[in-house]
Each structure stands twice: as structure tokens, then as C-alpha cells.
């Protein structure tokens, strides 16, 4: 028997969630070119047409609504399964952040942050492993969370407190899940220059962005996990730029 250290992603299925841009519209890019039909998810109705147009509808379709809400990303799943007939791979990426002290930052802005990076995750993880279970073959969970899940920064608290809980929150599932054949990935990027608190606490064009990862380089790590033969599984995976002080 042959040993291939890759696997075909070809016409499987995944769901991304923050999919309008940044890690998430790079990582629907990345997995089209690996022939993977894609179910994007994100608020901005616009900028998801737009990557349809890019995309083509024959590999891509979007739903427009808000992650926080359960019944939206069982939507996503039935999109897929509705679409081509199963889902293979979901990707939690939606999340938002913002530089302040914990007092600085208003009541209704940490509480959208901690609803969009954990409890959507929860919501998303959940429609897709119902569905993992009705097909009975596993599949595949990648969270996109972040190295401040392992070591907060100051003026960061509670974004880092929503990312401790993704770390939590894949490890466990890991245990969980694999007997059934699906595998749980942590991807934790440091600094990317994405969107990402633009306006709250980074200013777009500033020059410490040019140090950072690019959405690309994050996307790529999502298609080597995804590629890895089913009898291997990257648990946790921190990115960091060369460029970029740790």
C-alpha cells in the first residue's frame, strides 16, 4: 500500500463562519483552489456576493445573517446539505476584537465580543456535529482563535478571555469527539492584518500591520490540517510572522 502524506479536500464540503473577508474570505479562496464547495456565512450581504461573483456560484454559495444566533448557522449547514448533499468540514472563524482597559470599552461592545467569539463558536460547532453524526462518518471542526488564547495581553482582557474559552473549548472537544472520527483543530494566528480592530485600537494603514500576518498565511494552515491524512490530527497550531515580536 501506497502512503500519501496528503489527502484530496476535492468536493468536499465546508461551512466558513466571517466569511465576508480577512481569514475567513482567504480561507474560501484557499479551499476552492483545492476544489472544496464552500457554504460562506458572515453579515455583510454585499462583500459575500461579491466573493460569489469571484468564486462562482457553481462552488460557492453565502447566507447572509449574525453567527450569534443558533438557528442562523443551522441554516449554514442545511445550505450545504441542501446544495451537495453533505458537509465535511466546518470552519468557526467569525470573531471581532477591540484594544481598551476593562473598564474602558462599553457594556453592550463586551458582551457582542464575548457572544460573537465563544457562544457563535458553540452554535456553530453544535449544527455541525449533528450533522456529523446523521452522516456517520465525522468530519472535520477547525476553530480559528488566536494566540492570545494562551497569553493575554494588557488593554485585552476580555477579548483574550473569549479566546482561553475557544482553547478550552476545542481541547475538550477533541476528547470528545474523535471516537466518532472527527477531528478538532485549533489554529491561533498572533497578529494578522486583517479588519480586525480597525477603528478600535489599530488604524488601517498603520505601519505595524506590515509585521503581521497576512489572511493567506492563515488560510494555508486551515487547507495543510484539512489535507492531512484522516488518521492524523493537528490539535493545536500557533502562527506567528517572522517579522513580528512574540
Known amino acids: ?22 481569514i475567513g474570505a482567504a480561507t474560501a479562496r484557499t479551499l476552492v483552489d483545492a476544489g472544496a464547495r464552500v457554504v460562506l456565512g458572515a453579515r455583510r450581504k454585499e462583500r459575500l456576493d461579491e466573493l460569489v461573483d469571484e468564486l462562482g456560484e457553481e462552488n460557492v454559495v453565502a447566507v447572509a445573517g449574525d453567527v450569534r ?41 463586551l458582551r457582542e465580543m464575548v ?14 456535529v449533528r ?18 488564547g494562551f497569553r493575554g495581553g494588557a488593554d ?5 478571555g473569549t479566546k482561553f474559552a475557544q482553547v478550552g473549548l476545542a481541547g475538550a472537544l477533541d476528547r ?29 494603514g498603520s505601519p505595524e500591520l506590515d509585521a503581521y500576518l497576512r489572511s493567506d ?13 484522516r488518521s492524523v490530527r493537528t490539535t493545536v497550531w500557533q502562527l506567528w510572522s517572522a517579522q513580528q515580536q512574540s
Request: glycine share 10%; with cysteine.
Open 1 to 22: 500500500m501506497t502512503y500519501s502524506a496528503t489527502r484530496a479536500i476535492d468536493k468536499t464540503v465546508a461551512v466558513i463562519t466571517g466569511a465576508s473577508a480577512g
Open 69 to 109: 444566533d443558533p438557528g442562523f448557522n443551522e441554516t449554514l449547514v442545511a445550505e450545504a446539505v441542501d446544495r451537495w448533499g453533505r458537509i465535511d468540514t466546518v470552519v468557526a472563524n467569525a470573531g471581532i476584537g477591540a484594544y481598551g482597559g476593562i473598564l474602558d470599552l462599553e457594556d453592550d461592545h
Open 115 to 128: 457572544e460573537t467569539n465563544y457562544l457563535a463558536t458553540v452554535w456553530t460547532v453544535r449544527s455541525a
Open 131 to 148: 450533522r456529523f453524526r446523521a452522516q456517520g462518518d465525522g468530519g472535520d471542526i477547525v476553530i480559528v482563535s488566536s494566540v492570545a
Open 156 to 160: 485585552e482582557a476580555v477579548y483574550a
Open 176 to 204: 470528545e469527539l474523535r471516537a466518532e472520527g472527527t477531528r478538532v483543530t485549533l489554529i491561533c494566528p498572533a497578529g494578522t492584518a486583517t479588519e480586525f480592530a480597525i477603528g478600535a485600537g489599530r488604524e488601517e
Open 217 to 229: 498565511d492563515v488560510a494555508h494552515a486551515v487547507r495543510v490540517v484539512l489535507e492531512q491524512p
